[in-house]
């Protein structure tokens, strides 16, 4: 059984797959595999509500963590961490309004969006992994 103390490694991993759920979308539909993206994508953001289900559970339960790092990390971290976190305020809606045009099939539209939410979600994604190895792991 999965613990609260569990949930930030539980986290780092739905990021990761996550960010290769949306590579692998990408690659997909630059092959126009088009039934193959829409699974990648559709499952990138399942994976990513199921982590910020698990996040908000963990820091109801435990709060905040203090970066124990000193030195040339901390400002490191905390750079990461800023650009993180005003990043990922602006993924759900640009995910929720990109994967809407693709099901009303506005592809036009679709695809004039997906440039951007793209390598936002997957920045966020990525980071999301960096933030938890300097917080937890370091």
């Not at 971290?77 to 045009?101: D, G, N, Q």
């Not at 099939?105 to 939410?117: C, P, S």
Request: positive net charge; contains cysteine.
């Amino acid at each position: 059984m999965i613990s609260i103390s569990d949930l930030p490694a539980v986290n780092a991993t739905l990021n990761g797959s996550s960010a290769l759920l949306l590579v692998a979308g990408y690659i997909l539909i630059r092959q126009r595999r088009v039934t193959a993206h829409k699974v990648c994508m559709g499952s990138a953001f399942a994976t990513s509500t199921l982590f910020l289900i698990c996040y908000l559970t963990y820091h109801y339960h435990i709060g905040s963590k203090p970066f124990p790092g000193q030195g040339w990390v901390r400002p490191l971290y905390f750079s990461i961490l800023i650009s993180h976190t005003v990043l990922a305020v602006s993924i759900l809606p640009l995910a929720l309004t990109t994967l809407y045009r693709a099901w009303r099939a506005q592809f036009d539209r679709h695809v004039k969006i997906a440039r951007w939410t793209l390598p936002i979600w997957l920045y966020v994604s990525v980071t999301g992994v960096v933030i938890y190895w300097m917080l937890y792991q370091l």
